[in-house]
């Protein structure tokens, strides 16, 4: 039978478990191919089993579709609704949704607080030694083991399973930057407020925003490495101020990025070179071009740009999308105040003709390489480089593209993040390129989104002095 599209509702259970957006692709195979499946509607119009295909409909303009009725009492709504939606490819926050659901129908034990753990509670009437977790995660689709995982990230910072979502971090990396920030927060206890700012001999970090950095003179900067927050990507603002990523309109975020990093030209000097590494962001089906934008906007305020690098990211964000092609990499941009500045050359190997590269002890390497001071902020690296400072045989100039053979885009030591508790790090290789290129030791490296320090730590581990802002505080 048929229903007029204007007579149907959502069921308000769907969006209690469900979100609707993302349907551009939906709209365009409903558009082409038509409605394959009716709808199921109880007996107040409301959809039970088709939510996404109904927002689709209407996106398209539909007066009418095809519906079945089906007579679905109160207490079986939630887990007809799962069931409908097994096969869905979903969100890492509607399979939680999902578990809290089903957790309510499924028994948990009254009067215990299961909130605080993720230990599961038994049901009597499960097979023995078998939880409330176990059987739950078994009708989701997902081992016990995971799923404890998931409920441990949301019960302890909630935000993390955003960056799940949106690519940013893997389950692993999540849990494990999880536990090593309590693990860290039990050994210091509670230190009160974070400092104004943070010193060592050659490291600096001020707990404030960058749009102004007094604390640095004129001039005085050699390298700036940087990476902003990305427009729409997660939750950036704490409380009622709007912070950079948090703006209603792409062009407001634009706007104030560019204007933001005024500062970042006053404080480099006329020999410095600025790195800023920029991800683009959908809005309705249109991918922005908000890194391009923003460099445009900054040549208008004086910058140069010397050159685009393609940083091809090996562990880029899956895509289930059948109308456009996933997206691999990020953008960074190389800007000088002149065409007179530092710059050092960066070779790597050429892979001769029988596919093997030179011997690398055959290669002469950078003395910054074997700096004998081990810095309190040290870096991690790998015995051989693929890229060195140096002009011998088989070498070549370092191009604009750079993938594995140059940055190892996971910040992921053995599947943790180690003492990082920044959502969002990029790799400590990408910045080596640019400070090996553009800084001598003992110049000034500043990272004005200082995030989880990685700038800082590579500067120092190089033998750079480091100055980071950042308003919130790892």
Not at 177 to 189: N, Q, Y
Not at 313 to 337: C, G, V, W
């Amino acid at each position: 039978m048929e229903a007029l599209v204007c007579n149907l509702n959502h069921h308000p259970k769907n969006s209690e478990i469900y979100s609707l957006s993302n349907i551009e692709d939906l709209v365009t195979s409903i558009g082409t191919v038509g409605l394959l499946t009716p709808l199921v509607i109880d007996k107040s119009n409301q959809v039970i089993s088709g939510n996404r295909r109904l927002a689709a409909i209407r996106q398209l303009g539909w007066e009418k579709v095809a519906v079945e009725v089906a007579d679905v009492a109160d207490e079986d709504v939630v887990s007809i609704l799962i069931h409908h939606n097994k096969f869905r490819t979903k969100q890492t926050r509607e399979i939680l949704n999902e578990y809290r659901a089903l957790e309510k129908i499924h028994g948990k034990g009254q009067g215990r607080r299961t909130d605080l753990d993720t230990s599961g509670t038994f049901d009597p009437k499960s097979p023995k030694g078998e939880t409330t977790r176990d059987i739950v995660s078994k009708m989701i689709g997902l081992s016990s083991s995971q799923m404890k995982r998931l409920l441990f990230i949301d019960n302890n910072d909630s935000s993390f399973i955003d960056h799940i979502d949106d690519g940013t971090l893997t389950t692993n990396q999540a849990y494990w930057a999880l536990r090593k920030r309590i693990s860290d927060i039990s050994k210091l206890g509670n230190q009160g407020d974070a400092p104004a700012s943070v010193t060592t001999n050659d490291y600096t970090f001020h707990h404030k925003s960058s749009n102004d950095m007094c604390e640095v003179d004129d001039e005085s900067v050699q390298l700036c490495f940087t990476s902003p927050p990305y427009w729409k990507k997660r939750k950036y603002s704490d409380g009622d101020e709007v912070t950079l990523g948090d703006e209603e309109t792409p062009d407001e975020y634009v706007s104030n990025v560019i204007t933001h990093l005024d500062d970042v030209y006053r404080v480099l000097n006329k020999e410095g070179s600025f790195f800023i590494n920029l991800g683009d962001t959908f809005l309705n089906g249109n991918l922005l071009n908000l890194p391009h934008k923003i460099v445009i906007g900054l040549q208008d305020r004086g910058w140069l740009q010397r050159n685009s690098v393609i940083w091809r990211k090996s562990q880029s964000k899956p895509s289930s999308s059948k109308s456009n092609l996933q997206q691999t990499y990020e953008f960074i941009f190389h800007l000088t105040k002149s065409k007179s500045y530092l710059y050092q050359p960066t070779r790597v190997p050429v892979v001769g003709d029988k596919g093997k590269s030179p011997e690398m002890g055959d290669m002469v390497r950078h003395k910054n390489l074997h700096n004998k001071k081990q810095p309190e902020f040290s870096v991690q690296r790998k015995p051989d480089y693929s890229y060195y400072p140096y002009l011998g045989d088989g070498m070549k100039n370092m191009g604009d593209w750079w993938d594995d053979t140059i940055i190892t885009s996971a910040a992921n030591h053995n599947g943790r993040l180690g003492n990082i508790k920044h959502p969002a790090p990029f790799p400590t290789q990408i910045v080596t390129p640019p400070l090996l290129q553009t800084t001598r030791e003992g110049d000034l490296v500043l990272d004005p989104f200082h995030g989880s320090g990685t700038t800082g730590k590579v500067a120092n581990a190089y033998g750079r002095k480091y100055v980071g802002y950042d308003v919130v505080s790892y």
